[in-house]
């Protein structure tokens, strides 16, 4: 068999080590291909021509942006197997990976169990019940055909104005640390052997984990969302980095760059954080994700001179960009930049290394489409026992009035009626809060449950 022949090639042999299949595939990739695996593009923007023709590396649903409205999953299924029979028609028929934020439990799709946000996980205290909430989540996640979830949140609370308070686990970073096991739910547990810093996963049950958002998200000043968490590098690794050291201990796949700002520096243009303190010092291997138009969030204001943006971004560290829309411009820009010189082919082998490294380890190669067989574990009756179980145990009474003869609390037991008053108190959509269905959540019945 001649050595030229598609058969022979390393990348596509299932039992060769991936660091070898990383390398010889990246030695046959032309510079479109290479910008493409690092475009993120939104699904309503995908189309069969765009990602085999752009070789675009990755898909991603925005929160509401479903297949149709009440999908199921096996809708998501086929949208995805769709989008992937794409890529595999490409050139080299490298797969995509399909990312959506299930941040409690895979909520974006109709029928899919819910679980209690991170902050209410927070008070159960019990990491053993978060691992087995990943691991579910991961289940009905994958019975979808998604490979990738924006989870966990590991910010540490600083300020409960922050409008995102309620994705942070605690205001106490040893109890996000603790927390971050949803990691090992979602990915499987690496054994003790396993590469510090390299990216893990266990097998076709367990789903790619993303740990967000890097770093110091949840300490800005006054709670300001995406704005400039104001410390010392002692204090900022003290508090907001340290749980990232526990999801990378983890073999946590991939990081998602941050919003806001440290004294007054943008996280996705940040070097030093980026890739001196993640890459080099905490020695983390998998790949860095930009979030949401994170580089228009670069320049003031924001959006203008998006080229600039582009090349401060990537250098700094960013592999992967979530565009989401934009991919012709970004593409163009990126093209500019490193036939200019501006951006170094090394650091475009660099971020190319890291996302194949994730895919060859995830086995996309081996397994690119959806399995069917986990279509039952959706919304079913054990996963829906785990959740009553997290809502149990979250639960936190607050006690009212200061009356020592009259206490409020413990409830009269004896008592016939108890009056639960409320827009939420009869209301599932308000009582699954957000990133239920759309980013800020909806009223009424907007899933099933009870």
């Not at 969302?225 to 002692?234: K, V």
């Not at 490294?357 to 079913?380: I, M, N, Q, Y």
Request: hydrophobic content about 40%; glycine content about 10%.
């Amino acid at each position: 068999m001649a050595e030229t022949e598609e058969s022979s090639w390393v990348y596509k042999n299932r039992d060769a080590p991936v660091e070898a299949r990383v390398k010889d595939l990246l030695s046959r990739m032309t510079l479109p291909e290479k910008i493409g695996q690092m475009t993120q593009i939104e699904r309503s923007v995908a189309s069969p021509q765009v990602i085999t023709n752009s070789f675009i590396g990755s898909v991603q649903s925005g929160a509401g942006s479903w297949p149709l409205e009440d999908a199921k999953s096996s809708d998501w299924a086929d949208m995805i197997d769709g989008f992937q029979r794409s890529a595999l028609a490409s050139r080299l028929g490298i797969p995509i990976i399909y990312g959506t934020d299930a941040v409690h439990g895979n909520n974006n799709v109709y029928g899919a169990t819910v679980f209690p946000h991170n902050i209410g996980l927070g008070a159960t205290r019990d990491a053993d019940l978060v691992k087995r909430i990943g691991a579910a989540t991961a289940l009905e996640i994958r019975a979808s055909g998604v490979h990738w979830t924006f989870a966990p949140c590991v910010a540490v609370l600083g300020d409960p104005r922050w409008g995102r308070c309620y994705e942070s686990y605690s205001e106490a970073a040893k109890i996000v640390c603790e927390m971050s096991l949803l990691i090992s739910g979602l990915q499987g547990e690496p054994p003790e052997e396993h590469p510090y810093g390299y990216p893990f996963l266990a097998g076709r049950n367990n789903v790619i984990a993303c740990a967000k958002h890097f770093v110091g998200d949840g300490g800005t000043e006054k709670g300001l969302s995406e704005g400039n968490t104001i410390t010392s590098y002692e204090d900022l690794e003290k508090i907001h980095v340290a749980p990232y050291l526990n999801c990378i201990a983890q073999g946590v796949s991939t990081v998602m760059a941050s919003f806001s700002s440290w004294n007054g520096s943008r996280l996705h243009s940040d070097y030093f954080l980026l890739t001196e303190v993640l890459k080099q010092k905490l020695g983390f291997k998998g790949f860095l994700v930009s979030d949401w138009d994170g580089l228009e969030t670069i320049s003031e204001p924001e959006g203008s001179n998006y080229r600039n943006c582009v090349k401060l971004g990537i250098n700094a560290g960013i592999d992967m960009v979530m565009v989401p829309f934009k991919y012709e411009q970004f593409i163009q820009d990126m093209t500019d930049l490193v036939e200019s010189g501006e951006i170094p082919m090394a650091r475009v082998n660099d971020a190319v290394e890291r996302i194949l490294r994730v895919k060859f380890v995830a086995g996309l190669f081996e397994h690119p489409l959806a399995d069917r067989s986990l279509l039952g574990t959706v919304g079913c009756k054990e996963h829906r026992e785990v959740a009553r179980e997290a809502v149990r145990k979250s639960l936190v009474l607050l006690k009212n009035g200061k009356n020592a003869d009259t206490p409020f609390l413990p409830l009269d037991r004896n008592a016939k009626r108890i009056l639960v008053v409320g827009m939420h108190a009869n209301d599932l959509g308000n009582q699954c809060g957000g990133w239920t269905k759309i980013k800020s959540g909806q009223s009424g019945r907007i899933t099933i449950g009870s």
